[in-house]
């Protein structure tokens, strides 16, 4: 069975930063570029930013030179760093595979919410 266990959200003040963290299953882990979606109330899921299994990464205008995502194939983990973070950026956060169809299946996210 697929495992997406996301962590790391939190309250925090426009300018902040977060990092989030996801533990993944191996093998869905190992065979797929992984991402960052993210839903806030009343929008669609987008995805945010995506990493390939070689590093390659890509990511919305809307966080471009303010977020960092990176994985550790040895841990199964990808992580997504958050600096200078605006009001617009909070939302619930998730971590899958891209296209997410590929893992059938989403974790509970972690709630980001940036205010003052």
């Known amino acids: 069975q697929v495992q997406l266990v996301e962590s790391g959200g939190g309250l925090v003040q426009p300018g902040g930063s977060l990092r989030l963290s996801c533990a993944a299953s191996g093998k869905i882990f190992s065979i797929n570029a992984m991402g960052w979606y993210r839903q806030a109330p009343g929008k669609q899921r987008e995805l945010v930013t995506f990493?390939?299994?070689?590093?390659?990464?890509n990511y919305v205008d809307s966080v471009k030179g303010r977020f960092t995502i990176s994985r550790d194939n040895a841990k199964n983990t990808v992580s997504l760093q958050m600096n200078s973070l605006k009001p617009e950026d909070s939302a619930v956060y998730y971590c899958?595979?891209?296209?997410?169809?590929?893992?059938?299946?989403w974790g509970q996210g972690t709630q980001v919410t940036v205010s003052s």
């Open positions: 899958n595979t891209v296209p997410s169809t590929k893992s059938g299946s």
């Open positions: 990493i390939n299994r070689s590093g390659g990464t």
